[in-house]
């Protein structure tokens, strides 16, 4: 295969996947790891991709933001791995804080049973989850809801969280890299995670490893702000290594 035929292959699997990785690439066009590395190289100095840790994204892929339905559909083995491990940090008594998000919509299913728990939540999903456990205090923020992510957003979510009390903050998140940190695309919903991240004692990022390397328009915490960031498989050992030299605790499932 010639290289404009491997650089037009690769924008097209680009386009119609969330992410391209080295790895598969290079398998599926039997060529080396440094081949397709340098191809990336050539393609984002033109502007069709952008460079992630172990891979790529479409640049137009960066605005898109997919619904709460469409990102349910994704990664459900990952997600559901994330959710196994995430729930060993759950305690039998207190206060936890469930961000919106496909993975720790699958934690809440998973919260264990005749504790006593108390969940906060901004997502309508995890509401409606809990919303039948008589052994869980549910407290639902207010706030208006954001169609694509069915998570209460504003002023009156995060008025709420400024006099709660929460033992562990389970976070979701877009795009996680070292320079920028945790980001998401709307500004209302970044100032919500940022005020979950000031009121938890301790704090748990869940994300599969496609979120690593992205970066989306608002920041709303560094990496030294969280403690455990819960991912998949999928993310290479050096780049988890090299996040945890920044301050989390890496779990890869």
Do not use: C
């Not at 791995?81 to 299913?109: C, F, M, Y």
């Not at 989850?129 to 209460?152: F, M």
């Not at 998140?173 to 945790?182: K, M, W, Y």
């Amino acid at each position: 295969m010639h290289q404009h035929e491997r650089h037009q292959l690769i924008v097209e699997r680009a386009r119609s996947q969330s992410r391209v990785e080295v790895a598969g690439l290079a398998d599926e066009l039997d060529v080396t790891p440094e081949t397709i590395r340098r191809d990336l190289t050539v393609l984002e100095r033109h502007g069709l991709v952008r460079r992630v840790h172990g891979g790529a994204i479409a640049v137009e892929k960066l605005a898109f933001e997919p619904t709460t339905q469409m990102r349910a559909e994704q990664r459900t083995a990952e997600k559901s791995a994330i959710a196994q491990r995430a729930r060993e940090l759950v305690p039998e008594s207190g206060v936890v804080l469930l961000d919106a998000g496909t993975s720790t919509l699958a934690l809440a299913h998973l919260l264990p049973t005749g504790g006593e728990l108390t969940v906060v939540t901004s997502s309508l999903s995890i509401a409606q989850a809990l919303s039948s456990r008589e052994d869980v205090a549910l407290y639902l923020l207010g706030g208006r809801v954001r169609a694509k992510t069915l998570a209460a957003v504003g002023a009156w979510a995060v008025d709420a969280l400024r006099d709660v009390h929460v033992d562990v903050a389970f976070i979701g998140t877009n795009g996680l890299t070292i320079d920028e940190g945790l980001t998401t695309p709307d500004p209302s919903e970044a100032a919500v995670k940022r005020a979950m991240i000031g009121v938890a004692q301790r704090v748990v990022v869940l994300a599969d490893h496609t979120k690593v390397g992205v970066a989306h328009f608002s920041r709303f915490g560094r990496l030294g702000d969280i403690d455990t960031f819960i991912t998949d498989g999928g993310l290479d050992p050096d780049t988890a290594a090299e996040i945890s030299a920044h301050g989390p605790e890496v779990v890869r499932t």
